[in-house]
């Protein structure tokens, strides 16, 4: 009897390849590995991906053979491409009665469907809204449900390194990195921990996680000068951190991206959820672990904080996403 087929979207991100990985070792499935670049392909096969398609959300035509003989899907997309998220989750709504289980990454705090949610109302400071970037992780996650299809979410923490990506070159040369983050703590969340409870769901299927949202974090919040730390010890030198102003901030990277920053700040991503310890029987990984040792994938943290980064300094990323409308 053949393998169900699931196709690995962003198969070459960080999420992306320890997930592949870990599909590979359990040959549960016929894992398909999406891939953008043709130059990325050969990484997908050794980390054991049975199938490598080309695939762009922005391209529609790159969809159907992508598809084809799919039985799961696990769906992750760059904030920016949400518009292409949306066309694709009505695409595979169209495709119901084949796809039978959709995983989706997305982000704490998009809980309109089981939370009271007023997008027009700020928890801590009067006349402000929720995060546009919040908002739009839950309209990714409504697409896929309002398509009909069996959904299972994953609603992450703010992921480990990726705040640090944009000082990566500071931090090699001269030892430090800045953002408007300060003495507020957040239990930020190792990328190969969402990729573990990925794999559980889609290896335990629809039937136990279908209509299921999960809050995945780290085991501790920290703060920055803790985060400092941490990436002082496995780098074998101190790195120090540089407070910098929400001002300064915006003017780096765009208002979008820091309002969501600002809601950081307030403290909402501060708490520890069980969720990852129900689905995998162990705690998260530490920081500390994270930069120290290789996931399945075979890089660890550290390794992996020189790698690509949407966010780049004088850029507003969020720009045109920023005027999608619901």
């Known amino acids: 009897m053949s393998k169900p087929v699931v196709l690995i979207t962003s198969a070459t991100g960080r999420i992306g390849r320890e997930l592949v990985a870990r599909l590979a070792a359990a040959d549960q499935f016929t894992v398909r590995a999406c891939s953008f670049s043709p130059e ?11 199938d490598v398609v080309h695939f762009d959300l922005n391209d529609s035509a790159t969809w159907d053979g992508a598809l084809d003989g799919v039985s799961a899907v696990y769906s992750a997309s760059l904030d920016p491409m949400l518009e292409g998220h949306l066309a694709f989750s009505r695409a595979l709504g169209e495709r119901r009665d084949q796809i039978k289980h959709v995983v989706r990454i997305s982000c704490m705090g998009a809980d309109t469907n089981t939370a009271s949610y007023d997008p027009d109302k700020h928890s801590s400071r009067a006349g402000a809204a929720i995060p546009l970037m919040l908002q739009h992780y839950w309209w990714g996650e409504k697409s896929l449900i309002d398509a009909g299809l069996n959904v299972t979410v994953l609603r992450n923490n703010f992921f480990m390194n990726h705040l640090l990506k944009t000082d990566s070159e500071t931090i090699d040369s001269e030892g430090w990195f800045s953002n408007p983050l300060g003495s507020a703590r957040n239990s930020f969340v190792a990328t190969r921990d969402i990729a573990e409870a990925a794999a ?6 629809p039937e136990r996680h279908g209509d299921k949202f999960y809050d995945i974090t780290g085991p501790e919040p920290q703060s920055m000068n803790e985060i ?7 780098m074998g030198k101190p790195i120090e951190y540089r407070a ?4 300064d901030f915006e003017r780096d990277f ?15 991503y501060c708490r520890c959820s069980p969720d990852f310890y129900n689905l995998t029987g162990h705690k998260p990984t ?7 040792t290789p996931g399945v994938s075979g890089e660890t943290g550290l390794e992996e904080l020189w ?6 300094k004088g850029e507003d990323a969020m720009k045109d996403a920023a005027q999608l409308k619901q």
């Open 40 to 50: 990325k392909a050969d990484t997908l096969r050794e980390l054991g991906a049975d």
């Open 200 to 205: 559980v769901i889609l290896s335990e299927g």
């Open 228 to 234: 400092a730390a941490d990436l002082g010890a496995a």
């Open 244 to 247: 910098q102003s929400m001002e």
């Open 254 to 268: 765009g208002s979008t991206r820091a309002e969501f920053f600002e809601y950081l700040t307030n403290g909402f």
């Open 286 to 292: 530490s920081y500390a672990d994270y930069l120290a």
């Open 307 to 312: 790698q690509g980064n949407l966010w780049k």
